[in-house]
């Protein structure tokens, strides 16, 4: 987590104490609860939903990256990702991708469409040429 969601973070922790208001002692016919435990309850949950709504923003855009060895097929290239075996085809830009290389690649997983259930890879940039495989 970056230090500017921290610090964002620890802004609305202290607002929500700051704007508190401290409860007062009851009398037999006033209200169970009163107006700032209310007020208190309300900015809490706003800072709860604001500190979710961060985290799924920052973890939705980090950047998705495959490495693994670029194989040549008849179709065109496919990569194995190191990590979970899996074989995927490539597409999107490829221009820079050699077979033979040990890469890492920007870009997204696509579900397989259809009855071949290929699992594919949209390269969108070459993050790291490692150079050739080794076997």
């Known amino acids: 987590m970056t230090q500017n ?5 620890f802004l609305i922790v ?3 104490v700051v704007l508190a208001k401290p409860a007062d002692a009851q009398s037999g016919g006033e209200k169970i609860v009163s ?4 007020v208190a309850v309300i900015v809490a949950v ?4 604001v500190v979710v709504a961060v985290v799924v923003v920052h973890g939705s855009s980090k950047k998705r990256t495959i490495t693994g060895c670029v194989n040549s097929k008849e179709n065109g290239m496919s990569v194995t990702d ?3 075996k899996r074989i995927y085809a490539l597409s999107g ?7 033979g290389d040990r890469v890492t690649l920007q ?6 469409k259809g009855t071949d259930k290929t699992l594919l890879w949209e390269a969108k940039r070459v993050a790291k ?3 050739t495989c080794q076997p």
């Open 5 to 9: 969601c921290l610090w964002r973070g």
């Open 14 to 16: 202290v607002l929500s």
């Open 35 to 38: 107006t700032g435990t209310i």
């Open 46 to 49: 706003a800072a709860a939903v």
């Open 82 to 84: 190191e990590k979970d």
């Open 93 to 99: 830009n490829t221009a820079d991708i050699k077979p």
């Open 107 to 112: 870009g997204k997983k696509i579900k397989p």
């Open 129 to 131: 040429d490692f150079g």
